[in-house]
């Protein structure tokens, strides 16, 4: 489905991403492990088809920080994880973005719109997205970067989103990665309280960088909405392909012990969905063309922002 | 101090019983371990405590496992970062949950130890991942985060630190000394691998020869599986002088998670438990997966 999210682009139309999966399964309360695939398959498959309902042109895996890494890294090594380890933890990340896909393209099946809805497989940083400094070097981020992209390849998703980026190192690892399985790649990066990349390289050079490495779209995510709108100002004058962002709302709660990914958001109320369509707005004025919704927003907040895109005539509805 | 009548029972050569697995137990029982549960279902922890004193156990610990500061603000960049976009509470939540979890267990020995004798002990581990100790950090900063989380378990009334899972013997030390300049018994648990090595590759026989002369009360043995347990009982009882034990995981880590299996019901877990009595060992208790029937079966011992 690619080929219509292109054609639409191109064409100068509004391309809306769902919104949050983990924060949103947490806050349902689904008790978060292997996120949810394997114990929650139901409402996860659920999430997906109401971010439809609501309005979505594109359904994301719900894969955010699920790689080897993640299983690696609670042990000491190898040996150890196969020692005191469940059996099967080696392979057990790339059969879970396996079984993401096949989620989201049940919910998709299952809504009718194999046609116009396009499935992102994402990508995100293979440390934790909001420690830069734990970033793997270039070539071992290329490696496995590309090891997960593959997965996706074969399970024939739409294009691959880089999300929450948080070193232009790795996500031009990762952007190459997804050129070498053959698929399209959107790059979105994780702005730091300064307004550049959490890891503080400057946004413009990043954008420049992406745009070079054959990006197709380059976004800003995973801040708090005002943050998100200032540096889509400032994308609006450096970038010369299709951009776009998707903020988070509410606060990071993290979890009482090592847990590596835990999407726990609180105080979301203060970004009631009105308010987020509101503050998107202005992210059109920018010249955003693809908005969404990052950690702590849901299906309501995609169903406004299609209802403010409607009444804009920007996002002319899903065809 | 309960801690008196725990120190007694170890001087007068007596097996002295500690509780089993706190988090593995709160998922056993269908809760999310994905917070320790201590603001959300603090009656699911305290019935786990209550269940562990009414099946023997002489000294109970916290449900604190890994629960610090640093725990926290790991998931930020920065303290910038962590004030622009993290929870208003993160600059105190450590220091509330770490008290709650004490609160909870003095809660539980109040409704469930009837008159005996049971020592609340503050479960802390190594302040990165218990099995990575190319984490850890340097000495002067450990020294002033352990001085934060101990100083908070004294004052709230803990009886005794049990430092567990540690990985090598410098973070041991640190720990120790800050323990005991704060006045509180500790007992130092090591994780070990197959061969009876910690982590690091030390043995456990330098671990030993480091810590006594700083005054540790007890040097344990946890979350190994029991084989590799039996491994470090035979590099540790015949080099320590102070009492010795042992508490297992059983089962199998499935992150974020456990598996639980039925390799080790409660009367085989007995039967390597009194292996470990034989070779030494006067504490015995229960690590990841075990459970209070495995504690109750561990009082059964002669």
Redesign the interface.
Known sequence: MYDNIQARLQKGGTILLDGALGSEL?RRGV???KHGLLTDADRVKQLHEEYLAAGADVLRTNTFQLNPR??L????NRQ?MR?????G?EDLAPQLVRTSVAQARQARAQAGLEKTVAIAGVLSPLE?C????LAPPPDAARREHEELARVFAEEKVDFLLLESMNTLAEAKAALAAGRAVGLPVWVSFVL??EGEL?GREPLEKAVAEMEKGGAEVVLVNC??PEDITRALGRMKKFATRPFGGFA?IG??????????F?P?F??TEEWPPDRYAREADRWREQGARVVGGCCGTGPAHIAALRAWLGKNGAGSPRP | MSYAAIRDRLARQQTVVLDGAI?TEILRRQV?????Q?ANRPEVVRSIHEDYIRAGADVISTNS???CRR??Y????DD??R??????D?DE??EK?LAASVRLAIEARERAAAGRPVAVAAAVTTL??C???DLAPAADQARREYREIFQVMKDSGADLVLLETVNSIGEARVALEVAKSLGLPAWISFVC??KGLL?TGETLAAAAAALEPLGVDAILLNC??PDDITAGMKALAPHARVPIGAYP?IG??????W?FTDEYPPARYCEVAAQWKQMGARILGGCCGTTPEHIAALCTLP
Do not use: Y
């Open positions: 947490v008790r978060w492990r993640i299983f890294n609670v042990f000491r150890h020692h005191i380890g469940a059996p933890l934790h909001f420690r830069p400094d730091g309280p959490l801040a708090p988070h606060r990071f709660s993290p979890p009482s012990w090592k847990f590596d835990f726990q609180t105080d | 988090g999310t371990w994905a917070d320790h201590l496992f890994q629960l725990a926290l790991n998931h930020f960049r910038a970062h004030r622009h976009i993290g929870a208003r993160l939540r450590a949950l990165e991942w099995f990575r100790p691998d197959e982590f190994a599986p995981h199998r880590f499935d992150p974020p998670e598996m």
